[in-house]
């Protein structure tokens, strides 16, 4: 008889090896729902416009008692692939948690008896594939998709570009034109990449333009390719908290949740106050992105400031990438916000410790040093810098990031080369060969957060009976490290409720007074400090008293049994009973 683990280990797909697509990522979460219909429930959140599920795990057994939960998502960018393994990384590990015996446990990134014990009291919401749609273009078409492959805008009149397959080879690449007036020439260290064209350089210059045809097409003007030019929506531009329309933020959609996506991830988001913490995977960079988004640090709440910071501690030591503030290094223009993206709405509106995580440091890989601001990598490549990615594209990734031009003829711009690059693998994405190390850094760093979760216990502290009338006195503690308000930044949320206590007392029993049937208890802290917070000073570290404790006292006539539920939406409810 196989063990549990052996089992799990035999449903693997591949993930962490290649990239699926939407039929093998399908395979895969039904293998572990039907395997372990104890501990995995497979959802469908949403339908796609093209009619693919939205495919979404809970791991945990009882998967409908409210209690802590983390979530993770990936590949709501359609070419960022990685983010999908990681996340089923993040599912399988969280089923390994449960399955693994106390003695075979112990091998899970690691992570102590008692965190992995915690750890088995916390939900784990898993969305691998926020765009299948997406995810299954760029995989079998090569072609660029920012989210999902669709445009619903009515303004058609003018010329615009759509991405499709020229040479017949079944990709949609790019395509250059030789053209006096071109802005790129094609690097003389690296074969078939273009650069961008300086004065010093000698022709050929090149037009270069998306693989496709022009719709409303002149016969002379050829229309600028835009950011999302047939693909108008970026997911995480969708997102309500702060969304602003078009033309103020590109790719906003027609308005918040206007898509099957983001409309299944904000409903489910709302129907569940306790995700506590939320990882939104994208691909590109090798950095974690915290908030906030919009201001600098100086107005982030300064316990909240210090929960981050040892999270972005952990992380860096675990995955290598740092954490940095979406505002202080994050915006390509200072004074100018990104709007309506997930992890701010996760942040701001679901009160949860949300980030992002770009999965892949090519940057790094080919030596690039860290420039002050983060975004800078982005923007700040050299032609030395350029060449080292050929290089290493050749050397780490079996030169398939630069490609062939290969002749075509197009239909409206006659002779044409088709191909240069192909930046699904190695570029976008890490290489397959690194997906196994990129998933296993990323689990270790995310199960260490949720391992914060905020955990109610209730015991009994003091009993005493006098004539018919028995006096029971509970204590309600947080052993968690999190405070059940989770962030300071959340207290005002309507859904960061404070815990109460409903007490029905049965049989023979009746509670003296009426109103010991709802007993509000407020928040308990946890005892975590963060990371240099104030209150950590080593020289002068004191608790904060005790309050991660609350003691309410019940008085009840006769004989019976006192039936408590004690907690709150958002870190979830324990029972307890008091024989009278
Ligand atoms: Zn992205």
Same mark, same amino acid.
């Given at each position: ?23 093998? $990522? ?15 429930? $497979?959802?469908?959140?949403? %339908? ?8 979404? $795990? ?220 939320? $990882? ?282 006192? %039936? ?14 008091? %024989?009278?």
């Amino acid at each position: 008889m196989p063990s549990p683990l052996d089992r799990l280990a035999a449903l693997d797909r591949g993930f962490r090896t290649r990239y699926l697509d939407h039929e093998a $990522l399908t395979a895969q979460v039904r293998a572990w729902s039907e395997a372990f219909p104890d501990l995995c429930r $497979l959802r469908s959140l949403g %339908e796609t416009l093209e009619g693919r599920p939205l495919w979404h $795990l809970t791991i945990g057994p009882d998967p409908d008692r409210i209690r802590p939960a983390v979530w993770v998502d990936g590949n709501m960018h359609a070419s960022e692939l990685a983010g999908s393994s990681v996340a089923l990384g993040l599912a399988e590990d969280a089923l390994r948690l449960h399955l693994a015996g106390d003695d075979d446990g112990a091998a899970l990134h690691h992570l102590g008896p008692h965190l992995r014990d915690r750890l088995r009291q916390v939900l784990v919401y898993v969305m691998p594939r926020m765009s299948p749609d997406g995810a299954e273009c760029v995989l079998k078409t090569g072609r660029y998709v920012r989210s999902a492959p669709r445009d619903r805008r009515a303004n058609r009149q003018h010329a615009r570009w759509v991405t499709g397959d020229i040479d017949g080879d079944g990709l949609a690449l790019l395509m250059r034109v030789e053209d006096p007036a071109g802005e790129f020439v094609e690097s003389a260290d690296v074969p078939n990449m273009l650069l961008p064209r300086r004065l010093e350089d000698p022709p050929p210059y090149y037009r270069l333009y998306p693989e496709g045809t022009i719709e409303n097409f002149d016969g002379h003007q050829v229309p600028e390719p835009n950011f999302l030019s047939d693909n108008q929506t970026d997911l995480n531009r969708n997102f309500p908290y702060s969304w602003h329309h078009e033309p103020e933020q590109t790719g906003a959609g027609a308005f918040p949740g206007s898509e099957p996506e983001s409309r299944a991830v904000i409903e489910f988001a709302h129907a569940h106050p306790e995700i506590f913490a939320w $990882l939104n995977c994208h691909t590109f960079g090798g950095v974690f992105i915290r908030p906030l988004g919009e201001q600098p640090d100086t107005k982030m709440h300064e316990e909240d400031l210090a929960v981050f910071r040892e999270i972005a501690a952990w992380s860096e030591e675990l995955t290598g990438y740092p954490m940095v503030s979406g505002f202080e290094e994050f915006l390509y223009e200072p004074d100018r916000p990104l709007y309506g993206d997930l992890s701010e709405f996760a942040f701001h509106q679901r009160g949860a410790i949300a980030y992002v995580v770009e999965l892949w440091d090519l940057f790094r890989q080919i030596g690039m040093k860290r420039p002050k601001r983060f975004v800078d990598y982005y923007t700040h490549m050299t032609r030395a810098d350029l060449v080292n990615l050929g290089k290493w594209d050749r050397e780490h990734n079996r030169g398939r990031g630069f490609i062939p031009w290969r002749p075509a003829r197009h239909p409206q711009l006659g002779d044409v080369e088709v191909g240069g690059v192909d930046p699904r693998f190695g570029l976008w994405n890490p290489p397959e060969d690194r997906l196994a190390e990129v998933c296993a850094g990323q689990s270790a760093a995310f199960l260490r957060v949720a391992a914060m979760a905020p955990a109610l216990s209730v015991s009994r502290v003091a009993r005493e009976v006098r004539g018919d009338v028995t006096r029971v006195a509970l204590a309600v503690d947080n052993t968690g490290y999190l405070p059940t308000y989770i962030l300071q930044a959340a207290r005002k949320l309507e859904h960061n409720e404070p815990l109460s206590i409903d007490a029905r007392a049965l049989g023979g029993a009746e509670l003296l007074d009426p109103a010991a049937a709802r007993l509000a208890v407020g928040h308990l802290d946890g005892w975590g400090r963060g990371l240099y917070g104030s209150a950590t000073l080593i020289l002068h570290g004191q608790s904060r008293g005790n309050k991660s404790r609350a003691v309410v006292t019940y008085h009840v006539r006769g004989h019976g049994v006192l %039936e408590l539920r004690i907690g709150s939406c958002r870190v979830g409810w324990i029972d307890h009973r008091e %024989e009278v």
